[in-house]
C-alpha cells in the first residue's frame, strides 16, 4: 500500500526520484499536521485551550493540512515541479507566519529557513536553493526594513546564500552518483542479459549434444544386439560341425587333423564368448537382460566353474584354489548361469593378468543377509590410474593394438552390472606388485522389488 502511495505518473528516473521523494515529506508533514489537529481540538474540548486560540489554530491547520493533499495530487498525477514549488512556498509561508516579525528577522524563525532552501535543492533542482535562499532573503529584507524599519541585515542574507550554495553542491554531487549509478546498472543489466542468453545458447547446445548422444547410445547398443546376434548363430554351427568332427562322426582324423580342429573349437569357444559379452552388454544398456531366480547348490556352482576354467589354468600352469565357509547355505537362491558367468569373468581376468603363482576363490557369508565371493590373484595389481574406470565398459589398461591381452574390456564390466541387477556389490583392493582382490556380495534372499522386475521378463 506504501508503494501504491509513493507511485507517481513519470518515466524519467530523476523526476519519479524527486516526486517520490516529496510524496514522503508531503506524507510526513501531512501527518504531523493531522496529528496537530487533533491535539488542538482534543485540548480545547478538554478546557486546555482557550476559545479565541482554538478559533486561530483550527483554520490554520484545517488550511495546512488541505494544501499539503492538493499538493500531493498535484504531485502524483500532474507536475513535480509545481508541486515542489508549492510545498516550499507553503513552507516559506508557514516559517514567516509561526512567529513574530523581529524573531523572524533575527530569532528562531531564522534558522527555519534553511529547511525549505535545502529542501528545494533535492525536490526541485539543486540550483532552485538559490532560489528559495532569495525569497527567503527578500522576505527577511522587506519584514526587517518596511515593518521593523531597520536597516536589512546584509550578514544574515549572506547566510542564507551560503546554506544555498551547501545544498547545491551536495544535491549536485548527489545527483551525479545517481547518474553513475543508473549507468553502471545498465551496463551491468546488458552484461547479464548478454551472459543469460550465452548461457541459454549453451544450455540449448548441450541438450542438443545430450539427445544427440542418447540417440548414438541407443544406435550403438542396437547395433551391437543385431551384430552379436548375427555373429553367434554361425559361430554356434561352426562349433557344432567341429565337435562332430572331432567325434569322428564323418571318418577317422589323423592327430594332425585332431590338433588342428581343437584349435579351431578353443578360438571358435573364445570367439562366442566374445560375442556373447558383446551380446549382454547390449542387453543391459537397453534394460532387456532378464535374470532367472530358482534354487541352486553351490557345489553345483563351484563345480561348473572348475570345470570351465581347468583348460586355462592347466595351460598357463598355474594354481585355482577354492575354499567355501560352512556358514554359507548349501543351497541358494538366483541365477545360477549369472552367476556362474559373474565367477567365470573374475576368475578368467585374474588368470589373464597372472604370470606366477593363481587364483584364489573363497565363498563366505559376510553377514547374515549377504554371501560374499573373493576372488583373489597372485598377478601385477592394478595402477591407481586405471582404478577408478576399472567397471566401465570397453575400458582396458592396455590399449594399444600390441597389448599382450586381448579381449573388449567387457569382462568387470558385465560382473558390475550382474551383480548391481541382483541387489549385490563389486568391490576390489588392489596394490602394484601385490595382486588384486575382487569381492562381490550378494543377498542371500533377492529384494522383493528385484525379484518382481525379474518375474515381469526383464529389468530395466
Given at each position: 500500500?506504501?508503494?501504491?502511495?509513493?507511485?507517481?505518473?513519470?518515466?524519467?528516473?530523476?523526476?519519479?526520484?524527486?516526486?517520490?521523494?516529496?510524496?514522503?515529506?508531503?506524507?510526513?508533514?501531512?501527518?504531523?499536521?493531522?496529528?496537530?489537529?487533533?491535539?488542538?481540538?482534543?485540548?480545547?474540548?478538554?478546557?486546555?485551550?482557550?476559545?479565541?486560540?482554538?478559533?486561530?489554530?483550527?483554520?490554520?491547520?484545517?488550511?495546512?493540512?488541505?494544501?499539503?493533499?492538493?499538493?500531493?495530487?498535484?504531485?502524483?498525477?500532474?507536475?513535480?515541479?509545481?508541486?515542489?514549488?508549492?510545498?516550499?512556498?507553503?513552507?516559506?509561508?508557514?516559517?514567516?507566519?509561526?512567529?513574530?516579525?523581529?524573531?523572524?528577522?533575527?530569532?528562531?524563525?531564522?534558522?527555519?529557513?534553511?529547511?525549505?532552501?535545502?529542501?528545494?535543492?533535492?525536490?526541485?533542482?539543486?540550483?532552485?536553493?538559490?532560489?528559495?535562499?532569495?525569497?527567503?532573503?527578500?522576505?527577511?529584507?522587506?519584514?526587517?526594513?518596511?515593518?521593523?524599519?531597520?536597516?536589512?541585515?546584509?550578514?544574515?542574507?549572506?547566510?542564507?546564500?551560503?546554506?544555498?550554495?551547501?545544498?547545491?553542491?551536495?544535491?549536485?554531487?548527489?545527483?551525479?552518483?545517481?547518474?553513475?549509478?543508473?549507468?553502471?546498472?545498465?551496463?551491468?543489466?546488458?552484461?547479464?542479459?548478454?551472459?543469460?542468453?550465452?548461457?541459454?545458447?549453451?544450455?540449448?547446445?548441450?541438450?542438443?549434444?545430450?539427445?544427440?548422444?542418447?540417440?548414438?547410445?541407443?544406435?550403438?547398443?542396437?547395433f551391437l544386439s543385431i551384430v552379436s546376434h548375427e555373429l553367434r548363430t554361425p559361430l554356434s554351427a561352426i562349433q557344432g560341425f567341429a565337435e562332430m568332427l572331432q567325434a569322428e562322426v564323418y571318418g577317422p582324423l589323423s592327430?594332425?587333423?585332431?590338433?588342428?580342429?581343437?584349435?579351431?573349437?578353443?578360438?571358435?569357444?573364445?570367439?562366442?564368448?566374445?560375442?556373447?559379452?558383446?551380446?549382454?552388454?547390449?542387453?543391459?544398456?537397453?534394460?532387456?537382460?532378464?535374470?532367472?531366480?530358482?534354487?541352486?547348490?553351490?557345489?553345483?556352482?563351484?563345480?561348473?566353474?572348475?570345470?570351465?576354467?581347468?583348460?586355462?589354468?592347466?595351460?598357463?600352469?598355474?594354481?585355482?584354489?577354492?575354499?567355501?565357509?560352512?556358514?554359507?547355505?548349501?543351497?541358494?537362491?538366483?541365477?545360477?548361469?549369472?552367476?556362474?558367468?559373474?565367477?567365470?569373468?573374475?576368475?578368467?581376468?585374474?588368470?589373464?593378468?597372472?604370470?606366477?603363482?593363481?587364483?584364489?576363490?573363497?565363498?563366505?557369508?559376510?553377514?547374515?543377509?549377504?554371501?560374499?565371493?573373493?576372488?583373489?590373484?597372485?598377478?601385477?595389481?592394478?595402477s591407481q590410474e586405471i582404478q577408478p574406470s576399472i567397471f566401465e565398459p570397453f575400458r582396458q589398461g592396455d590399449s594399444s593394438s600390441t597389448r599382450e591381452h586381448t579381449g573388449f574390456g567387457l569382462g568387470l564390466s558385465i560382473?558390475?552390472?550382474?551383480?548391481?541387477?541382483?541387489?549385490?556389490?563389486?568391490?576390489?583392493?588392489?596394490?602394484?606388485?601385490?595382486?588384486?582382490?575382487?569381492?562381490?556380495?550378494?543377498?542371500i534372499v533377492p529384494s522383493k522389488n528385484t525379484a518382481n522386475q525379474q518375474r515381469a521378463g526383464g529389468i530395466a
Open positions: 500500500m506504501i508503494t501504491q502511495l509513493l507511485e507517481v505518473s513519470s518515466t524519467d528516473p530523476e523526476d519519479i526520484r524527486r516526486r517520490r521523494l516529496l510524496n514522503i515529506l508531503l506524507v510526513g508533514t501531512g501527518s504531523l499536521s493531522f496529528f496537530a489537529l487533533i491535539a488542538v481540538t482534543t485540548a480545547y474540548f478538554f478546557g486546555l485551550t482557550s476559545t479565541e486560540d482554538f478559533r486561530q489554530l483550527l483554520p490554520i491547520a484545517l488550511v495546512l493540512l488541505g494544501s499539503l493533499i492538493i499538493i500531493f495530487l498535484i504531485n502524483r498525477h500532474w507536475s513535480g515541479w509545481w508541486a515542489g514549488s508549492l510545498f516550499i512556498l507553503l513552507l516559506i509561508t508557514a516559517f514567516v507566519f509561526s512567529d513574530e516579525p523581529r524573531q523572524v528577522v533575527e530569532g528562531r524563525s531564522l534558522f527555519l529557513f534553511t529547511i525549505p532552501i535545502l529542501m528545494a535543492s533535492v525536490v526541485l533542482r539543486p540550483w532552485a536553493s538559490f532560489i528559495a535562499a532569495g525569497v527567503c532573503g527578500a522576505i527577511v529584507a522587506y519584514i526587517d526594513a518596511f515593518v521593523l524599519h531597520n536597516v536589512p541585515g546584509i550578514p544574515t542574507i549572506l547566510g542564507l546564500l551560503t546554506v544555498a550554495f551547501v545544498a547545491w553542491l551536495s544535491a549536485r554531487s548527489l545527483e551525479k552518483v545517481l547518474f553513475d549509478l543508473r549507468l553502471f546498472n545498465l551496463e551491468l543489466e546488458d552484461r547479464v542479459r548478454a551472459r543469460t542468453n550465452e548461457l541459454q545458447q549453451a544450455n540449448e547446445q548441450l541438450i542438443l549434444a545430450y539427445e544427440k548422444l542418447q540417440e548414438l547410445d541407443r544406435l550403438k547398443s542396437r592327430q594332425k587333423q585332431r590338433n588342428a580342429l581343437q584349435r579351431i573349437i578353443a578360438n571358435d569357444e573364445r570367439l562366442l564368448n566374445l560375442v556373447n559379452d558383446l551380446l549382454d552388454q547390449a542387453r543391459m544398456e537397453a534394460g532387456q537382460l532378464s535374470l532367472t531366480i530358482e534354487p541352486f547348490t553351490l557345489k553345483d556352482l563351484v563345480d561348473d566353474m572348475e570345470s570351465t576354467m581347468r583348460v586355462l589354468v592347466e595351460s598357463k600352469k598355474l594354481y585355482l584354489k577354492v575354499h567355501v565357509s560352512p556358514a554359507v547355505p548349501a543351497t541358494l537362491e538366483g541365477d545360477r548361469k549369472r552367476l556362474h558367468q559373474i565367477l567365470v569373468n573374475l576368475i578368467n581376468n585374474a588368470l589373464k593378468f597372472t604370470q606366477k603363482g593363481g587364483v584364489s576363490v573363497h565363498f563366505y557369508r559376510p553377514d547374515e543377509e549377504h554371501w560374499a565371493i573373493d576372488v583373489a590373484d597372485t598377478g601385477p595389481g592394478i560382473v558390475k552390472q550382474l551383480t548391481t541387477l541382483m541387489g549385490g556389490s563389486v568391490n576390489f583392493i588392489s596394490e602394484v606388485g601385490f595382486g588384486s582382490t575382487f569381492t562381490v556380495k550378494i543377498p
